[in-house]
């Protein structure tokens, strides 16, 4: 008898537990319940008012990297280094139209982190650093560009002196140019972002000296008209606060080559300079030739237009196009200070 009361005991305290459990159970789907009432309701009332989300909510931007659908290039409009690219005899006849409104422009593309680099895909090789980025074209062995943000706050700073630590990239997978290649073959290693655009930090100057930002310049040319060009840009950069810097070579098959690695020589290099900040908002593109020269800066000055057709790159692609078309197919000379 007493074994009976206690499997009917156990029996009772069964059927108790699965009662607590089926109402915790009807408790968890009537919370539910109310949520989903209260959310239809919110739904409701949103479309009512033309509102799905709060407006704090809609204005938030995730920038997400290498983001390829927004960034990538139209097929076969890049030059990857193999194409024949004619020398510029002369430059297309630019625009005079600079009659925009600018306060007309809203400059958000101006925070994404890649605004300043040329049109890319996810699979070129792209080495971002604290102070530049370079895009590696590895059957030249340099970049096709180096892009970077110029700050007066920064060039005003105490400098540092240069190490002249030149040293081969290990974040180029492929292997960098190295230093036996200029070894020897008359020609600088002349930088692509120059160091006394680093100056102003130890870490920054050292970083220059990657031999990714180097190119083989001549020397009159590197030392001349090259050096020349730089400390313009500085200058520029104190005068407006801050510009932008997009330079390299002119790549295309058939070039000379230097050392082991094969090494290309440009014949020209071309350098871009955007101030974005209103009221006046404008941009000046450079293509020298790699030799020396004592002509004034300003008769290297072409347009953008001219260097994305030798290229094969496409400049700022995150500008509204009515404004990138401006900036790119005119001539602005006479708004920046050459003096």
Do not use: C
């Amino acid at each position: 008898m007493a074994q009976k009361r206690k499997a009917a005991s156990r029996k009772t305290s069964s059927r108790a537990g699965s009662k607590k459990n089926s109402s915790g159970f009807s408790l968890g789907k009537f919370i539910l319940g109310v949520l989903i009432l209260g959310g239809l309701g919110y739904t409701g009332l949103a479309l009512r008012e033309g509102e799905l989300v709060p407006e704090s909510i809609r204005e938030f931007r995730l920038e997400s990297p290498l983001n390829g659908d927004r960034i990538k290039a139209e097929p076969g409009s890049e030059n990857t280094g193999s194409e024949v690219i004619s020398a510029p005899e002369s430059t297309s006849e630019p625009s005079n139209n600079e009659d925009l409104n600018y306060s007309e422009f809203d400059l958000y593309f101006t925070s994404a982190f890649d605004f300043m680099w040329p049109a890319y895909n996810t699979n070129d090789a792209i080495i971002e650093r604290p102070y530049y980025t370079l895009r590696y074209n590895e059957d030249h062995e340099q970049a096709m560009w180096v892009a970077y943000k110029l700050v007066a706050d920064s060039l005003n700073r105490p400098t540092f002196d240069r190490a002249d630590d030149f040293r081969e990239d290990p974040r180029v997978r492929t292997g960098s140019a190295s230093l036996a290649d200029y070894r020897g073959s008359g020609y600088d290693r002349g930088h692509l972002a120059p160091a006394a655009d680093f100056s102003y930090d130890e870490f920054a100057l050292s970083q220059s000296f990657y031999m990714s930002n180097m190119s083989p310049q001549d020397p009159g040319f590197n030392r001349g008209i090259w050096k020349k060009l730089e400390s313009k840009v500085r200058d520029w950069a104190k005068e407006n606060g801050v510009v932008y810097v997009v330079t390299g070579p002119v790549l295309k098959s058939g070039l000379k080559s230097i050392g082991p690695n094969k090494v290309s020589v440009p014949e020209y290099y071309y350098k871009i300079v955007l101030d974005i900040d209103r009221p006046e908002i404008k941009a000046i593109a450079f293509l020298m030739k790699n030799e020396k020269s004592s002509n004034e800066l300003s008769s290297f000055v072409v347009t953008i237009d001219e260097i994305e057709r030798l290229t094969r790159l496409d400049f700022f692609p995150s500008i509204p196009d009515e404004l990138e078309n401006m900036l790119e197919s005119t001539v602005m000379t006479s708004r920046w200070n050459f003096d």
